[in-house]
């Protein structure tokens, strides 16, 4: 069964560009969700999807960051105008359900310069 | 509020020694559940186990355990014989029934030496 996938792998963009990052959860998955994790942390939740709808985006700076998920399957998350601090890796995780154990992609390594 | 505990920041053990990492929760839900994740330096983080609130029974797979004390809420996790390959930083997670978000604790970086 193929994981979760995710691209890019690594962008390096500068001060006030704007980035998107591409997910495909685990087929048969309904929970999709973002994570922000700053070197040396653990992951930080952005938002939460369960099939096409938004269960959870308190933490995602919202003046900034936009996520979707049209077809309850794929999805992108973009930062437009990105700032130093977000330099970080994104991770997108699945899961079958809310609260079952979430399974990870290799993650987007992001430095905004 | 619901917390997750690692005081253990960072471990270094000669290869073949038995490590356990530390876990210990905070929740007011009656049901929840406890994860452990594994960050190798590749960066991706990989599942190693969820334990719901009402089984208690230790689990053991391979060379990895762990014990589960409702009692003294604590979730260690236990590599015996360790290998150079253990090499990562592990997560250790909770969610309650409340709202299922995950909450993370800070991580404990493990260094097997050979």
């Known amino acids: 069964e193929a994981g979760v996938a995710q691209s890019p792998r690594y962008k390096i963009i500068e001060k006030r560009q704007s980035v998107a990052f591409w997910c495909n959860p685990i087929s048969g998955h309904a929970t999709l969700y973002w994570y922000q994790q700053i070197l040396g942390q653990g992951p930080k939740l952005l938002i939460q999807?369960?099939?096409?709808?938004?269960?959870?985006d308190s933490q995602l700076p919202k003046d900034r960051f936009s996520a979707e998920r049209l077809k309850g399957v794929d999805s992108t998350l973009k930062i437009q105008p990105a700032k130093l601090e977000d330099s970080a890796v994104y991770l997108c995780a699945s899961s079958l359900t809310v609260g079952d154990e979430q399974y990870f992609g290799p993650g987007t390594r992001l430095t905004v310069t | 509020a619901q917390k997750v505990t690692q005081a253990q920041t960072e471990i270094s053990v000669v290869e073949k020694e038995d490590v356990t990492l530390d876990c210990v929760y905070e929740t007011r839900d009656t049901t929840y559940y406890l994860f452990w994740y594994k960050q190798p330096p590749s960066g991706e983080l990989v599942f190693l186990i969820r334990?719901?609130?009402?089984d208690e029974q230790n689990e053991i797979s391979g060379r990895y355990s762990w014990n589960f004390q409702k009692s003294t809420s604590s979730f260690n996790f236990t590599i015996t014989a360790s290998q150079v390959v253990d090499s990562a930083v592990y997560f250790c997670?909770?969610?309650?029934?409340?709202?299922?978000?995950?909450?993370w604790g800070a991580g404990t970086k493990l260094i097997i030496k050979p």
């Open positions: 999807f369960q099939n096409n709808g938004v269960v959870d």
């Open positions: 997670a909770l969610s309650g029934d409340s709202n299922y978000q995950l909450i």
């Open positions: 334990r719901n609130s009402f």
